[in-house]
């Protein structure tokens, strides 16, 4: 993730680029060519990243909520045998927790 520079300073790089400083050499090919195509100094709005998990959440939740016991690698296996999606652990932990659906394992009853 890159920093987010003041817009002064990008304005002075631009202008450097502008009287005849290559954009390689001032660092900045990526402002410029926005500044080129758009005329903004600003930086774009952020994007936000969409897991394909997300198309699949009911059935993700269904499944996790009717059979907690599962381990998430059990998870990705049905998730890829039903809908063809290939993930992984890390990838159905954060999605879970986004999605607000927390497991706890049950500890044994010993009488």
Known sequence: MGFSYDLRFRRKVI???DAGCSARSATAIRWVRRWRETGELNDPPARKCRSVLWAHADWLIDLRT???ELRLIDI???LEEAHGVRTDKA???RFFKRAGVTYKKKEPVCD
């Open 15 to 17: 202008e450097a680029v």
């Open 66 to 68: 009717s059979e907690p």
């Open 76 to 78: 990705a296996a049905r």
């Open 91 to 93: 990838a159905l932990s």
